[in-house]
């Protein structure tokens, strides 16, 4: 959690924007700042309001199944996650992360157009993480992934906020 105190107004609402744009007020209204009150140093008793930001880790959540995003969606919130965008192919990931900017991008394997490593490598070097999902076991994919560049991978059915976590770190 960041403190902030009013003279730095701007730059509450630039972590604000974070949220991405056209999302950015549905961000606001489910996790408006936390006012608190601290004293001065000063004798004169007067006392400052600090607005205390807590910052999550913005997600992009990659999958062609609408049911499965909304369940992710759900999952990764009640787990402390911001998602700011979801992606139903990969070239939609691609035009996403340039207008998004998250911090972890959650990407399925298989896609319509591409698959997940194809994003993995129209990525670039300053991409942000990337965690593959899939429904199948990862021993499906023959090493693929360690190759890939991807922080890991987890499977659909066991998705977590924890699981995301672990492989963050």
């Not at 004293?39 to 008793?45: A, F, Q, V």
């Not at 070239?91 to 998250?102: E, I, K, N, T, W």
């Not at 300053?126 to 991978?153: E, H, K, N, T």
Request: proline letters at 5%; glycine letters at 10%; aromatic letters at 4%.
């Amino acid at each position: 959690m960041r403190l902030l105190d009013r003279s730095h107004a701007r730059e509450y609402d630039g972590a604000n924007a974070q949220c991405g744009g056209r999302f950015a007020s549905q961000c606001a209204a489910r996790d408006p700042p936390t006012r608190v009150r601290f004293p001065t140093l000063r004798s004169t008793g007067a006392s400052r309001t600090i607005l205390a930001v807590e910052t999550r880790t913005t997600v992009l959540i990659v999958d062609d199944h609408p049911s499965f995003r909304a369940c992710a969606r759900a999952i990764l919130e009640a787990d402390g996650f911001s998602v700011i965008g979801e992606a139903e192919d990969g070239q939609g990931a691609l035009s996403a992360l340039d207008a998004l900017s998250p911090d972890v991008v959650l990407l399925d394997v298989q896609l319509p157009d591409m698959d997940g490593f194809t994003v993995l490598q129209r990525l670039g070097a300053g991409a942000p993480p990337v965690v593959l999902i899939s429904s199948r076991d990862a021993c499906d994919y023959d090493g693929m992934i360690r190759g890939s560049g991807a922080r890991g991978f987890i499977s659909k059915a066991e998705l977590s906020g924890s699981a995301i976590r672990s492989l963050l770190r």
